[in-house]
């Protein structure tokens, strides 16, 4: 008995072999899907250069088994004539009639049925049958030999990356709120100044100290205003990246969930054009500028006390007091 069980192991290791190459071929063909996913998903969200058709000649000099070929040619195997070489499946063997031993004596390795089993063997690809050669078949069907020069249509890139989200994008849509809201600033500032000095002119301080002290106030609170719109642009194009970056990584995990490519890159698609459509969320300033607070009667109110202290020490006697006058602005 123990020739069949040889057999068997036989056919088990086969089958082990079968499936392991079963597995890899999966694999690869699952790899092959995600990465054209992935490619699709950048595309969409990063954009991609156009890409125009140029004949170019084929490079035979670097010509290996893992040669990536161009589009519509595969890789073949053929014999010196050029005739393509056919891969060989595996025998695993058959079970013949035999003669012999009654089931049951030694080394017997017939079935109930009186057969044996007679091994076979594994399986024989194309490149191993001896005086093949690699070749290139193309989109016609014709074989071409190893060194002959023939010429292919090639995909290739020319000029920017277009689409997608980049630092233009990004810079565009901050400066598109600076936009909005820096001109009403500065509406807000002019408006601000012209009511300043006329409280000024009115309480007959524009000339004075106090006056180019709430005028350098002013001047400040202008630069803050415009730093806080700087601030929002900045908070807002921040929140539109977190978002593109919250869309892609969605697009990739379906990707990866459904191992399909098509389907992931409609997704990133659909995504991109949503988020492009999307405009900042704008709506007019609020008053920034409060003269009452910063000028006026804050002003005035420090002027008249510079006058009344002048007017009681010009009343003074000479040479009493502190011995010198406070001038009035």
Same mark, same amino acid.
């Given at each position: ?6 057999? =068997?192991? *036989? ?46 000649? @084929? ?19 053929? *014999? ?31 079935? @109930? ?55 233009? @994008? ?11 809201? *820096? ?29 180019? =002290? ?19 642009? *900045? ?75 002048? =007017? ?18």
């Amino acid at each position: 008995m123990g020739g069949k069980t040889h057999s =068997d192991n *036989d056919r088990i290791v086969e089958e082990q072999k079968r499936q392991a190459e079963e597995a890899a071929r999966k694999e690869a063909e699952r790899q092959a899907r995600i990465k054209s996913g992935l490619q699709q998903i950048g595309w969409a969200f990063e954009g991609r250069r156009a890409r125009h058709d140029v004949k170019q000649a @084929f490079d035979w000099k670097n010509f290996t088994p893992k040669t990536v070929l161009p589009k519509g040619y595969t890789r073949t195997y053929v *014999d010196a004539k050029g005739n393509i070489l056919e891969d060989q499946p595996a025998t695993t063997g058959h079970y013949e009639q035999q003669t012999g031993p009654l089931l049951g004596s030694a080394h017997d390795t017939r079935d @109930f049925n009186g057969q044996v089993w007679v091994p076979g063997h594994a399986a024989v690809t194309a490149a191993d049958i001896p005086g093949a050669i690699a070749a290139i078949v193309g989109p016609d069907g014709k074989v071409i030999m190893p060194g002959k020069n023939f010429t292919y249509t090639a995909s290739v890139p020319f000029g920017p990356v277009k689409g997608g989200f980049n630092n233009a @994008f990004y810079n565009e849509y901050g400066k598109a709120i600076r936009d909005y809201y *820096d001109p009403q600033v500065a509406t807000q500032y002019g408006d601000a100044q012209k009511e300043l000095t006329y409280r000024l002119a009115r309480a007959g301080t524009l000339q004075s100290s106090g006056a180019s =002290d709430e005028t350098v106030r002013l001047a400040q609170q202008y630069t803050d205003n415009l730093a806080a719109i700087a601030n929002k642009a *900045d908070t807002a194009t921040g929140q539109l990246k977190a978002q593109v970056a919250g869309e892609k990584a969605k697009a990739i995990n379906q990707l990866y969930a459904t191992e399909n490519p098509e389907v992931a890159a409609n997704q990133a698609t659909a995504a991109v054009r949503d988020i492009t459509l999307q405009r900042p969320d704008l709506s007019p300033l609020a008053q920034l500028f409060n003269i009452a607070a910063i000028g006026g009667a804050n002003i005035m109110r420090g002027i008249n006390n510079n006058r009344l202290i002048g =007017d009681f020490q010009q009343g003074l006697p000479s040479g009493s007091g502190s011995g010198h006058v406070v001038e009035s602005s």
